[in-house]
């Protein structure tokens, strides 16, 4: 490529993203979007087409008037007040884009333009002349280009030259193309218009998902520009990814011989500030921007990634801004990397601590679809790590009842001794009715003194951890408990703390 293998980004989420149907952006959200991409150096901005509504005019002039590095452009049919309007609100603008079109395909032509391709040939002219007379930096785009003839396509972007513009751009408007012919169709355009001096563009959308495969032949085929969104936003399927086309290039340089400007450090937190302004999330699973993206669950991959990240990463998450891998534990992981984040979290357990520990990990896995750190701690503390030196009471059965027409009530069987006693109570709630009907079966009745109790995530499935402390006469004991039923994980914590004050009074020599 004569221009060192540098392909342009040109982003149009602010056009061609928010047409998607649901998105409505307000000037204030597509300002804070074009400094987001401006950040991303992202060498041109499509921030509109000022001709289609007063909201439109209005964000295009103050995303002109407020960021300045990039070309920002506004889109117009070759329409004399489409133009026109176009350059108004880009007369603020350090540098200008008019980015016109009209359609080339058979299909287009006969029904929705109703004109015949003599006429569109004179439109374009007129169209592109007006524009290049506004600024001169004038782009012209082919409608449904990839469905249209290629011996008129070379006769439209030779006469759009010979007007004035300096971009050409060969859209796939409806993701009809496949990768391999649309490589081969835009190297025999570029070849036969042979201008050297212009710069080709193209726009694929994803109707057949295969938007981004699309602009990545394209470039293999000559083309020094692409049309993007962040997210992959736009019309039905949506457009082309920005991302995915960028880490592609950069990725396999070896393969693609380009590469972009783009800061890619900035893709994660434009991504999610596209996302929240737009109010479409982003799917798990996407592309290097999905929360997903760098997650890793299975066992097999999880021990490859602690051996070398290179074994399962082909570019890290601190490229494209991401927090970082996530060895995700759940019910496909493996002991090695259990292990390992116990030992990160900063316990030291002994082989037999370490079994019991992954055992009971294995079980919770069964409960819940994510394991937190915070379970694991909690899990720690209550199943392994206690040092009750020994248990008199253990919880075996409980059954809890509350509802809006009546008293809580708790029924709980007790393990004692080796015989099991079972007794139920009504309280003021499920853990006061539970813990009276644990009083019932003690022999003493200790003062509850302390009680809190937390999730160790955020997620909705998080364990709950218990805490109390007990006193009974001068003693006072604590229990901890983790469950992802926080009734059960509360009286856990009571019956720890009754096992510590006998082990406690058994020391000092106090009766219970």
């Not at 960021?67 to 603008?93: C, H, Q």
């Not at 006693?421 to 022999?443: F, H, M, Q, R, W």
């Amino acid at each position: 490529m004569s221009d060192g293998g540098i392909v342009r980004i040109f982003d149009t989420t602010m056009r061609d993203g928010e047409q998607a149907a649901r998105i409505n952006l307000n000037t204030g959200e597509k300002v804070q979007i074009a400094r987001a991409l401006e950040r991303l150096n992202v060498d041109i901005i499509e921030a509109g087409f000022p001709a289609s509504s007063k909201g439109d005019f209005d964000a295009v002039a103050n995303v002109a008037a407020e960021v300045r590095i990039p070309i920002i452009a506004g889109l117009a049919r070759t329409k004399e007040g489409d133009i026109t309007s176009a350059g108004e609100a880009l007369r603020g603008a350090a540098r200008s884009r008019i980015h016109t079109f009209i359609a080339t395909s058979p299909i287009h032509m006969e029904y929705k333009l109703k004109m015949k391709p003599d006429d569109v040939l004179k439109e374009l002219e007129r169209g592109v002349k007006l524009a290049v007379s506004i600024t001169p930096d004038v782009e012209f785009s082919a409608e449904d280009a990839s469905r249209s003839d290629i011996n008129f396509l070379v006769e439209v972007f030779t006469l759009a030259i010979e007007s004035g513009a300096t971009t050409l751009n060969i859209p796939d408007t409806v993701g009809y193309a496949m990768p391999h012919e649309f490589e081969e169709f835009c190297r025999a355009i570029i070849t036969r218009v042979n201008k050297p001096d212009v710069i080709w563009s193209v726009h694929c959308h994803n109707d057949l998902g295969l938007g981004v495969a699309n602009s990545l032949a394209a470039v293999r085929g000559g083309a020094r520009q692409v049309e993007c969104t962040i997210n992959g936003l736009g019309e039905r399927a949506g457009n082309a990814s920005m991302e995915e086309i960028v880490m592609c290039l950069r990725t396999r340089k070896d393969h693609f011989g380009a590469d972009t400007k783009i800061d890619t450090t900035k893709f994660y937190p434009t991504s999610k500030l596209v996302s929240g302004l737009t109010g479409v999330p982003v799917q798990p699973n996407k592309a290097i921007v999905g929360i997903n993206a760098f997650a890793h669950e299975a066992g097999i991959h999880q021990h490859g990634m602690l051996c070398n990240r290179a074994t399962y990463e082909i570019m890290t998450p601190e490229s494209v801004g991401a927090p970082g891998t996530d060895l995700h534990l759940g019910k496909h992981s493996g002991r090695h990397a259990f292990n390992e984040r116990v030992e990160t979290l900063g316990y030291q357990l002994t082989t037999e601590q370490s079994a019991s520990a992954f055992e009971y990990f294995k079980e919770l896995c069964d409960k819940k679809k994510d394991v937190s750190d915070g379970d694991i701690e909690a899990f720690l503390f209550d199943r392994i790590l206690r040092l009750t030196p020994e248990i008199r009471y253990e919880l075996r059965d409980f059954t809890v009842t509350i509802g809006s027409g009546g008293k809580p009530t708790a029924s709980i069987t007790l393990a004692h001794d080796g015989t099991e006693t079972t007794e139920a109570s009504v309280g003021n709630g499920p853990v006061d009715a539970a813990y009276k009907a644990i009083l019932k079966i003690l022999p003493f009745q200790p003062e509850l003194v302390e009680f809190h109790i937390r999730a160790t995530s955020e997620l909705a499935d998080a364990l709950g951890e218990a805490h109390v402390i007990l006193r009974y006469k001068e003693i006072k004991a604590q229990g901890r408990g983790a469950s992802t039923d926080i009734i059960e994980a509360t009286m856990r914590a009571y019956l720890e703390a009754v096992n510590r004050l006998y082990s406690v009074a058994a020391a000092r020599e106090v009766a219970i």
